[in-house]
């Protein structure tokens, strides 16, 4: 059998459930602020080696024309 809770027992139940949902979206915001961070410190140091694989004038960035 169900019993009938109070008005302030309801009121009590949102706000832990409000808690919980906010708790939960902060961490996955936290995540997300991570991840960000992480991709783009990423594209920065494939551009830094796609930089000096493409320069012509590093030794060793053109292996077709090197010679034996």
């Known amino acids: 059998q169900r019993v ?6 309801v009121a009590m ?3 832990i459930k409000e808690s919980n949902s906010i708790t939960f979206l902060k961490k996955c915001l936290t995540i997300i602020q ?14 830094w080696i796609e930089g000096l694989t493409t ?4 030794i060793g960035s053109n292996p077709i024309r090197r010679t034996i």
């Open 4 to 9: 009938a809770l109070s008005p302030e027992a």
């Open 13 to 15: 139940k949102m706000r």
């Open 34 to 47: 991570s991840l960000c961070i992480i991709i783009n410190k990423s594209r920065r140091y494939l551009s």
């Open 55 to 58: 320069n012509q004038n590093v």
